[in-house]
Each structure stands twice: as structure tokens, then as C-alpha cells.
């Protein structure tokens, strides 16, 4: 079983509808938890960063963590067509904390395509 | 635009050579993470180095290895490369005090 567990789609949806992205993981030490948006041939940009459980909201976008089911989500309120990409789900154990130089290396789920039609 | 640039944008190289991958991260930030993506695999962390030391290993092969130099900049080395090497390469950057990861844009090694 891989430590973090992701749907890779593609997640196909009609604009305007409300998307759901999940993962779940098996480390119970994960204390940070990220979402990465992804487009083709370039970088991870980082959408949501969030410590333990609860949710958090940005515009858009809301991150929700369970740690008790060791279940995260991605919701995205009124998809749009240039929201058709790949999100990746990463986390850490708390390590360093917040402070530099500790071993931080992300592990991440493999990824959800998503497709927004218009 | 991330703030993380890495050189070049594309390789192409062949089995059993050697290859180096350059990144020069944010402007402050001391940290520099080294990440492989392949189809199969995911996105895999390789490497950490802080402030010119080497602070974490993740699945970095024993033919790979990476340094940071004092103006910051970070170079992995790949050796002896195989097929199966072939991946996008990607640096990240945090600064101290926020263990945020701004990754840059990547490397597409090809090994023919």
C-alpha cells in the first residue's frame, strides 16, 4: 500500500459544477497537508496549505482535513474551464516544524486529472 | 512565475552518461529540495539541502547526487544513466521559518 492514495481519473465535470478531489493516507504522523495544481509540462503551484484538521478556505477553493480517517479533500466551488488540470495532494510529518532546515521532503499522491467542460 | 528557476528546460542524453541539472532557487530562501516525477512513480522526493548541507534523503539513487553552493544555487548530478531515468526533474525552494515549497518549472531528461 503507497503512504498516500489518489483517484488519477480524469475527473471529467461541466462548468460551473462543484469538484471534489480526495486522497487518503496511511502515516499518521502527516501533520501538514498541501494541494498542488499542476498544468502539462510545468511546475506544481501550490494552492492550499493547511496544519492537522479542520478546513480552510480561499476564494474558490476549500481544503478539508480528517485526521481520524486520515482523508483529505479539495473542493472547488464554480469550476472553470482553466481550472482543467492536475492536483496533487502532498504531505509531511511535523519534522522541523515550520522551520527551515529540518527534513521536509514532501510525499505526494499521484495525482487527479481534471477536466472542466465548457 | 514561481521565483524557482531550473536549467536547462530539456535534455536528451544517452545510457551511461552523465548529466547535471542546475537550480537557483527564490531570492531568501535557504532550502532546496529536489523532486523526480515519472508516470509510474508520481512525484518522489530525492534530496534536501539547507544552506550548503545536505539535511534529508529521500529515494535518491546511490548514482545521483546533488550539492548546494555558497550563493545558493543547487546542481544535481546524475551518473551512469539508464532508461528508466528518463522523468521530469523538479527543484523546490522554502524559506526559514515557512516550509511552503515553490517549485520551478523542471528539467525533461530523456535518456535514449
Known amino acids: ?118 | 512565475d514561481s521565483g524557482v528557476t531550473q536549467t536547462p528546460k530539456h535534455l536528451i542524453t544517452a545510457t551511461g552518461q552523465r548529466v547535471t541539472l542546475r537550480c537557483s532557487p527564490r531570492s531568501g530562501d535557504l532550502s532546496v529540495y529536489w523532486y523526480q516525477q515519472s508516470l509510474d512513480q508520481g512525484l518522489q522526493f530525492l534530496i534536501q539541502y539547507y544552506n550548503g548541507e545536505e539535511r534529508a534523503k529521500g529515494n535518491i539513487l546511490e548514482r545521483f547526487s546533488a550539492q548546494q553552493f555558497p550563493d545558493l544555487h543547487s546542481e544535481l548530478n546524475l551518473s551512469s544513466l539508464e532508461l528508466g531515468d528518463s522523468a521530469l526533474y523538479f527543484c523546490a525552494s522554502s524559506v526559514v521559518g515557512k516550509n511552503i515549497q515553490y517549485f520551478g518549472a523542471g528539467t525533461r531528461l530523456s535518456v535514449l
Open chain 1, 1 to 118: 500500500q503507497k503512504e498516500v492514495e489518489q483517484d488519477p481519473g480524469p475527473l471529467s465535470v461541466p462548468e460551473g459544477a462543484i469538484v471534489s478531489l480526495n486522497c487518503t493516507y496511511s502515516n499518521s504522523a502527516f501533520q501538514y497537508f498541501m494541494w498542488y495544481r499542476q498544468y502539462s509540462r510545468k511546475g506544481p503551484e501550490l494552492l492550499m496549505y493547511t496544519y492537522s484538521s479542520g478546513n480552510k478556505e480561499d476564494g474558490r477553493f476549500t481544503a478539508q482535513v480528517d485526521k481520524s480517517s486520515k482523508y483529505i479533500s479539495l473542493f472547488i466551488r464554480d469550476s472553470q474551464p482553466s481550472d482543467s488540470a492536475t492536483y496533487l495532494c502532498a504531505m509531511r510529518d511535523a519534522g522541523a516544524g515550520d522551520s527551515g532546515g529540518g527534513a521536509d521532503g514532501l510525499t505526494f499522491g499521484k495525482g487527479t486529472h481534471l477536466i472542466i467542460q465548457p
